[in-house]
């Protein structure tokens, strides 16, 4: 009994070197077919694919007149080489983990809350940049410029920006007497030092 589960055992181990040396990626006369004749027949029949001359067809007509089913799937044969060269990427902070102290390797850690950009309190109003430095109210309110140099502003602003100018003359009576607009009119920022 031993004899014979060795053999199996070697016969096995020859088995999987024997698939293991041999070619990987099929040759390019293997004709590439997903299904049997059969199913591709019902397959066909059932998608329309040969249909009437009096309907259209499913898709591109060939050179004779009918449309082919183009089968989805890729095979070895039919992809494009991979000759890309591997990507070299600078090793960042986290590259050799051997490197960085055990704390650190949670980048979650080294987030910090955003800074101010305004806040109040006892002493009175303070304003701020996104690096968290101070700065005096009239270079906060004071914006003299239009989107195409960023309004001003340090930081980077999302989309292409929009000069936003209030029409009374286009409002209705509810919106062009109204207190609460004319207040938050004022916290235009380019609008403002007009």
Request: hydrophobic residues 30%; glycine residues 8%.
């Given at each position: ?125 303070k304003y701020g940049t996104p690096l968290g430095e101070e700065i005096p109210r009239e ?26 100018k209030r029409d009374r003359s286009e409002e209705l009576a509810t919106q062009k007497y ?17």
């Amino acid at each position: 009994m031993r004899k014979l589960f060795a053999l199996v055992i070697s016969a096995g181990c020859w088995l999987l070197l024997f698939m293991a040396s041999g070619q990987k990626i099929a040759s390019a006369t293997v004709k590439n077919r997903s299904q049997a004749p059969f199913w591709v027949w019902l397959r066909n029949k059932l998608l329309a694919v040969d249909r009437l001359k009096t309907t259209p067809p499913p898709g591109l007509e060939t050179p004779d007149g009918k449309a082919v089913y183009h089968n989805n799937l890729r095979y070895p044969n039919s992809q494009s080489a991979r000759t890309q060269p591997p990507p070299s990427l600078p090793g960042g902070i986290h590259h050799r983990l051997s490197d960085v102290y055990y704390l650190e390797r949670d980048a979650r850690r080294t987030v910090m809350p955003p800074s101010p950009l305004y806040t109040v309190d006892e002493s009175g109003v303070k304003y701020g940049t996104p690096l968290g430095e101070e700065i005096p109210r009239e270079k906060a309110i004071q914006v003299n410029k239009g989107p195409g140099e960023n309004f001003g502003l340090e930081a980077p602003t999302p989309g292409f920006g929009y000069e936003w100018k209030r029409d009374r003359s286009e409002e209705l009576a509810t919106q062009k007497y109204s207190s609460d607009l004319s207040y938050l009119e004022k916290f235009d920022r380019f609008n403002l030092s007009k």
